[in-house]
């Protein structure tokens, strides 16, 4: 059975930080690149960060420079390490894992909430 499992969400205030993790279990297949989206109320999910599995990595103009994103030691983990929180980072985030066969996983969400 194939997990993403995330955890590390929750309330914090604007200029906080907070660090996402995700594990991905029982895919057959290698993973070539994993990343986080978000999507906020009312809107569509949109890319945050991916990486890749040599550490190649892609971030949203809106998050460059306050979020980094980083493989983790154990074999299919990534983070995610949000500073400088803004209140319009207020989202469910999602892991997504793509294999090398283009195959697409995604978990189920946690939610950051950013509000004083």
């Known amino acids: 059975q194939v997990q993403l499992v995330e955890s590390g969400g929750g309330l914090v205030q604007p200029g906080g930080s907070l660090r996402l993790s995700c594990a991905a279990s029982?895919?057959?297949?290698?993973?070539?690149?994993m990343g986080w989206y978000r999507q906020a109320p009312g809107k569509e999910r949109e890319l945050v960060a991916t990486?890749?599995?040599?550490?190649?990595?892609n971030y949203a103009d809106s998050v460059k420079d306050r979020f980094t994103i980083s493989n983790g030691n154990a074999k299919n983990t990534v983070y995610l390490q949000m500073d400088s929180l803004k209140p319009e980072d207020t989202a469910v985030y999602y892991c997504?894992?793509?294999?090398?066969?283009?195959?697409?996983?995604w978990g189920k969400g946690t939610l950051v909430t950013v509000s004083s």
């Open positions: 990486i890749t599995i040599g550490g190649s990595t």
């Open positions: 997504n894992a793509i294999t090398s066969n283009n195959l697409n996983y």
């Open positions: 029982g895919i057959r297949f290698s993973i070539y690149r």
